[in-house]
């Protein structure tokens, strides 16, 4: 289980339907975060989208390749 108390802004998440998105704020309830999707191979116009995303829509943390963020 993830902890979203501990999310950082510009870390990235698996949801549910396969999409990855980009936290963007850390509304700090444990709840709820504000994300950005940046993939979504189900339905390509979510890509750029910003909502609200509750914890139970979220599968995993993608680790990000060390040489993506070089």
């Not at 108390?5 to 990235?12: F, I, N, S, T």
């Not at 700090?28 to 609200?52: C, F, H, T």
Request: charged content about 25%.
């Amino acid at each position: 289980m993830i902890n979203f108390m501990d999310l950082k802004v510009g870390q990235q998440l698996l949801l549910k339907g396969g999409e990855v998105a980009e936290v963007i704020e850390n509304i700090n309830d444990g709840i709820w975060i504000q994300v950005r999707y940046i993939k979504s191979p189900g339905d390509a116009s979510l890509v750029g989208l910003e909502e609200l995303c509750h914890c139970e829509e979220v599968v995993a943390l993608v680790e990000l390749d060390h040489q993506q963020t070089q």
